[in-house]
């Protein structure tokens, strides 16, 4: 979440996303909905390329942080509304890995709508200015907590593993433990035998290291590199066009990018003029289909920062002007027909140079080892109950040294139960890299999944 960024989702269909058959039994629900994959660079429902409509969903906003999910009546109330713009997928920010999410998820998916998660909450999350001590087993347990309550609905669309994590050219150097939270997700996905949900990031659009953080993101082994990557992206402010706002030379750039893009996936919609969406046609058009998969409009109740599309108010909906801008423009543009120019195979980037505005502050082919302990959470009992929202938080759970490892030592790329197939060597085994204070103090990481959980502008 934030003021000025649209999601661009890049997914790509890695290598290591075709699984061995699980060997364990993996409940899930009956469900008309089709579950969503990845291939090559885009998103597909079975056979048919899928297009991200979406809008942001967390009403309360940051100052009262709930689980929209949980809320079976709101969540009834607002899916009329949901219908009524017309979009197929809400992104939630917040949820609490203790409550129950039947109702609303089993509405959402007769309403024929995905949930967009972000599985970090205020309390467990990585906190930029200290990334090490917060990247630790007590957070990767309630994030595994949270994959596990989502996992068994065919509507899971994707999981984010952060969110604007890296704002500026000095927080860079946060950089890998985003990277080894999504390779940490994948790992315990694949452990449990369960679909291949996408886990990806949403960035923040900084135009002095927006390719960078791309780039790196899909470097490395496939076991490592995210399913997709997003940006908030509010530059397309109307009165504009394609080329005013510079979406063509944003496609131009990364047209050669291996995994699937979408642009707000994770936000979009500038709000400095009159709001008539009229992005949205070129979003949905073949200028920018082979390259991104839709968007995510932040968003929809009015919390304090005028970018609501409707106001809440108990039991009561009201429309603003937006909503009704937005529903015209969702009518009034069709998705390309066939494949939309996707491109069918995609390829790892190669990792971004040291730079004065990216700097990650160690190898490239190295990442934080998954913390001590944590490798018992890819076991046969996977990550037990979560800790809900209630918890008293990860944020100083952690050491302030971290051991770095090969990228992929010991992430899990096939199979189940932690028996599956290790990327490199023994599961959980760390290299004899240790970081401590000394490289890592200059992280002003802020918080990851804080940013990723106490939404929209309010935060960064």
């Not at 291939?39 to 991200?52: L, M, P, S, T, V």
């Not at 990650?360 to 302990?373: F, H, R, S, T």
Request: overall charge negative.
């Amino acid at each position: 979440m934030k003021t000025a960024a649209a999601f661009t989702a890049i997914t790509g269909l890695l290598s290591a996303s075709v699984a061995a058959t699980p060997a364990v039994t993996v409940t899930t629900r009956a469900s008309k909905i089709t579950p969503v994959t990845i291939k090559g660079n885009a998103f597909f429902a079975g056979d048919k390329r899928f297009y991200i409509r979406g809008v942001d969903y967390q009403p309360g906003g940051a100052s009262d942080a709930k689980d929209p999910i949980a809320d079976a009546a709101g969540c009834k109330r607002d899916i009329a509304k949901f219908k009524e713009l017309g979009v197929n997928t809400i992104r939630v920010y917040t949820v609490d890995n203790t409550a129950d999410h039947e109702e609303c998820m089993t509405a959402l998916a007769e309403a024929g709508i995905y949930l967009a998660l972000d599985v970090n909450t205020p309390k467990y999350s990585i906190n930029r200015a200290e990334p090490q001590m917060s990247y630790n087993k007590v957070y990767l347990q309630s994030i595994f907590a949270t994959i596990d309550k989502f996992q068994k609905y065919d509507n899971t669309l994707l999981f984010f593993s952060g969110n604007e994590v890296i704002n500026d050219d000095k927080t860079t150097n946060c950089a890998p433990f985003v990277k080894a939270t999504t390779r940490d997700m994948k790992s315990y996905i694949n452990s449990q035998g369960y679909r291949k949900i996408p886990v990806g990031y949403s960035a923040a659009d900084v135009d002095s290291n927006r390719f960078e953080m791309a780039e790196y993101m899909n470097c490395g082994e496939d076991s490592v590199r995210s399913d997709f990557f997003g940006f908030n992206d509010y530059s397309w402010c109307d009165p504009s066009d394609f080329k005013t706002s510079g979406w063509d030379q944003k496609v131009k750039k990364f047209q050669d990018y291996g995994i699937a893009l979408f642009y707000s996936l994770s936000e979009y919609g500038c709000n400095t003029n009159k709001r008539e969406f009229n992005e949205v046609k070129s979003l949905y058009s073949t200028d920018m289909t082979g390259v991104y998969s839709g968007g995510i409009v932040y968003e929809y109740s009015e919390e304090g920062s005028k970018y609501g599309l409707v106001k809440i108010d108990g039991d009561s909906v009201t429309e603003k002007d937006d909503f009704t801008a937005l529903k015209k423009a969702f009518a009034g543009t069709q998705s390309p027909s066939g494949d939309g120019g996707y491109k069918s195979e995609g390829k790892a980037s190669k990792c971004p140079a040291k730079s004065k505005t990216w700097d990650i502050g160690m190898d490239d082919d190295k990442l934080p080892a998954l913390p001590e302990g944590a490798q018992a959470f890819m076991g046969k009992e996977g990550a037990g109950k979560g800790p809900g929202l209630t918890g008293s938080g990860s944020q100083t759970s952690g050491s302030k040294t971290t051991d770095l490892a090969p990228a992929g030592e010991g992430a899990v790329t096939s199979a189940a139960s932690g028996a599956g197939k290790s990327s490199t060597g023994s599961p959980g085994a760390a290299a004899s890299v240790h970081v401590g204070d000394s490289l890592m103090a200059p992280m002003v990481c802020g918080l990851v999944v804080v940013v990723s959980t106490l939404f929209g502008a309010s935060l960064i």
